[in-house]
């Protein structure tokens, strides 16, 4: 499924689609965490924001721009350096 499609589903309220995007970079946005905060909580955290901001709010992903794996990515590493200021 690309990911303009699964935009339209998360922009329909589909939650399956949250658990396939999710399932497809779940594991490496937690990985790019852990590498910036230098913690698995912290990491956890992080993670579970940048997925519900796209479930939240899953037009300010824009397939024109990029990649999902590239957006999610993004937020990640900017939640991250936040969090490892914080924390």
């Known amino acids: ?6 935009r339209a589903r998360l922009t ?8 396939d995007v999710y399932d497809r970079h779940g594991p490496y946005v937690y990985g790019v965490a852990v590498a910036i ?3 698995r909580a912290y990491a ?6 940048v997925f519900v ?7 300010s992903y824009d397939p ?3 990649s999902l794996r590239g957006w ?4 990640a590493l900017h939640e991250s350096a936040r969090r490892a200021k914080v924390g």
Do not use: H, I, K, Y
């Open 64 to 66: 024109g721009l990029g």
């Open 12 to 19: 329909a309220g589909d939650l399956d689609a949250l658990a």
């Open 72 to 75: 999610l990515v993004s937020r």
């Open 53 to 59: 901001a796209l479930w939240e709010l899953p037009s």
């Open 1 to 6: 499924m690309s990911d303009r499609e699964l």
């Open 44 to 49: 956890e955290e992080v993670t579970q924001n």
């Open 37 to 39: 905060t230098g913690s």
